[in-house]
């Protein structure tokens, strides 16, 4: 009977305790160099198998090199916590993971408890090495930064061999190297397809994928303007804002995809005591003219492209019979009919500014303002 095959990430949390020379921890989990003159070595924790005889079958990882410089892998596994050295029982881990152990003491337990060493890959069998517990070090060589991230350990070796007759199943053979070609091309695929997901998640679907979910979703930015920090947000939101479509907290949750600004939504029926006879078409012009009509007040320079876009989506999320205006709140300048500019007197600053029918200049004044 096939056996599941168990997968252990190397992340965060086993670097945490490790003891490094040379590197830095990742955030996201993994190694760097920070110093091209040091020497770098990592002494992780260990990998829990969960049962004796453990038999370890792969190990990856992702290594972004640059200049002259190579990994290094070393990895041994045991049954024992314990190294047993005559009368002295010491666990491992008191070894490895002590900063004040030297490293050539930790590279001889490495040597004497039969360690496969390979050279400049990134992707190797296992196979040698069986037990419970699997150690690892990590050493770069030569001058250069490297970047060393994504480990991963796979267990127990893979189920191709144990599809034939046991006379064939003998480790470390032809036949076993030879289809372990095939197991880990097998190994690729899977994890692909377990990773799936991610490309219908708004998180972590590829730039290219995004046209596509939000067409599936019903939305459609139309001119591909959309940034791809606006569409995720968009993809995000999209089933509260469906689901809300036709109201205005639909229109709410549209405007702050695209807006960091504060925002406010005026209704012409809210705003038309305001309104008089004098300042009717004024008015009409900035809220409309029927109740239904709304408009977005945004406390941010013109921006024509934005325009467009709030536009072109808050059409398709604002109830079916309400016409919205969009308008930009810029800081401006302006003399009213009680102001006077004596010598010198100037309106520093490129706002715009205007003169209504009773400003006075006298003299050599000038505006230093777009009019």
């Not at 459609?220 to 993809?235: F, M, N, T, V």
């Amino acid at each position: 009977m096939a056996s599941v095959i168990n997968k252990f990430p190397i992340g965060k949390s086993r670097f945490r305790n490790a003891v490094l020379e040379g590197f830095v921890r990742l955030d996201g989990g993994g190694i760097a160099t920070v110093d091209a003159e040091a020497r770098h070595i990592c002494f992780p924790e260990r990998i829990d198998g969960g049962r004796r005889s453990c038999q370890w079958s792969r190990l990856r990882f992702k290594a972004e090199l640059e200049g002259s410089v190579i990994p290094v892998i070393y990895a041994f596994a045991t049954d024992d916590e314990n190294l047993i050295d005559g009368d002295e029982v010491k666990p491992y881990e008191a070894i490895l993971l002590d900063p004040n152990e030297s490293v050539r003491q930790k590279r001889r337990l490495f040597e004497t408890a039969g360690a496969t060493k390979f050279v400049e890959k990134n992707d190797v069998l296992l196979y040698e090495q069986e037990g419970r517990y699997l150690w690892l070090c990590v050493e770069v060589l030569g001058q250069g930064r490297a970047v060393l991230s994504d480990f991963e350990v796979f267990a127990p070796r893979d189920n191709f061999l144990s599809s034939f007759p046991e006379i064939y199943r003998v480790n470390g053979e032809f036949f076993h190297r030879y289809l372990a070609v095939f197991s880990s091309l097998y190994y690729d695929l899977q994890d692909i397809i377990d990773s799936l997901d991610s490309l219908v998640d708004a998180d972590t679907a590829p730039r290219d994928a995004l046209p596509i979910l939000a067409a599936w979703l019903g939305l459609d930015p139309d001119d591909g303007s959309l940034d791809e920090p606006q569409y995720r947000r968009l993809l995000k939101t999209a089933f509260a804002t469906i689901r809300a479509k036709g109201t205005r907290a639909a229109v709410e949750e549209v405007l702050r995809v695209f807006l960091d600004e504060p925002f406010f939504i005026v209704e012409e029926r809210a705003a038309r005591e305001l309104s008089t006879e004098e300042n009717r078409g004024v008015f009409e012009r900035l809220y409309g003219g029927s109740p239904f009509d709304f408009t977005v007040l945004i406390r941010r320079a013109p921006d024509e492209r934005l325009h467009a876009r709030l536009k072109y989506l808050i059409r398709r999320f604002a109830p079916l019979r309400a016409r919205a205006t969009v308008v930009f709140l810029d800081d401006a300048s302006r003399l009213d009919e009680h102001a006077y500019c004596d010598v010198n007197a100037c309106v520093a600053g490129f706002d715009a500014g205007r003169l209504d029918a009773h400003a006075a200049m006298d003299g050599a004044h000038y505006i230093a303002a777009e009019c």
